[in-house]
């Protein structure tokens, strides 16, 4: 077991960010008997999933819900089911959306050397 100070330095977040998490529901630190928080190595987990799913830009709502679904417990994992592969249509929207951004940019990055190539095979006209 652990408390904040050390639960933070091993999840990389800050101690505010984890109290953040516990008030909104992500996180339940069991506690002490002085009422200190205290982390457990499944607990260091559980964080690394929540800062990899945010990257997919679930939104806060979200995670609360599959927060809750999961300490509700293994009959939930349907209904988690359903909340990644509704984030993963939402990842598949964006990646479409960004490879049609970069198919624009390498065409025009095709047609710019395409033109630096005639322009320097072209002799310059004298200078005046």
Same mark, same amino acid.
């Given at each position: 077991?652990m408390?904040?100070?050390e639960?933070?330095?091993k999840?990389?977040?800050?101690i505010?960010?984890? !109290?953040y998490?516990?008030?909104v529901g992500l996180?339940?630190? #069991? !506690?002490? $008997?002085?009422?200190? !928080?205290?982390?457990?190595t499944?607990d260091?987990d559980?964080?690394?999933?929540l800062?990899?799913?945010?990257? #997919?830009?679930?939104s806060?709502?979200?995670?609360q !819900?599959?927060a809750?679904?999961?300490?509700?417990?293994?009959? $939930?994992i349907p209904?988690?089911? $359903? =909340?990644?592969?509704?984030?993963?249509t939402? =990842?598949?929207?964006?990646?479409?959306?960004?490879q049609g951004? =970069?198919?624009?940019l390498h065409?025009?990055?095709?047609?710019?050397?395409e033109?630096?190539?005639k322009?320097?095979? $072209?002799p310059?006209?004298?200078?005046?």
């Amino acid at each position: 077991m652990m408390q904040i100070g050390e639960f933070s330095r091993k999840t990389d977040l800050t101690i505010d960010t984890l !109290r953040y998490y516990e008030e909104v529901g992500l996180i339940r630190p #069991t !506690r002490t $008997t002085g009422n200190r !928080r205290q982390y457990c190595t499944a607990d260091i987990d559980w964080v690394n999933f929540l800062k990899r799913l945010k990257k #997919t830009g679930i939104s806060i709502q979200h995670m609360q !819900r599959y927060a809750q679904l999961r300490y509700a417990g293994n009959q $939930t994992i349907p209904e988690r089911l $359903t =909340l990644l592969q509704e984030q993963e249509t939402q =990842l598949n929207i964006i990646m479409a959306e960004t490879q049609g951004n =970069l198919d624009f940019l390498h065409r025009k990055m095709i047609l710019y050397r395409e033109i630096q190539a005639k322009s320097s095979s $072209t002799p310059n006209p004298p200078k005046n």
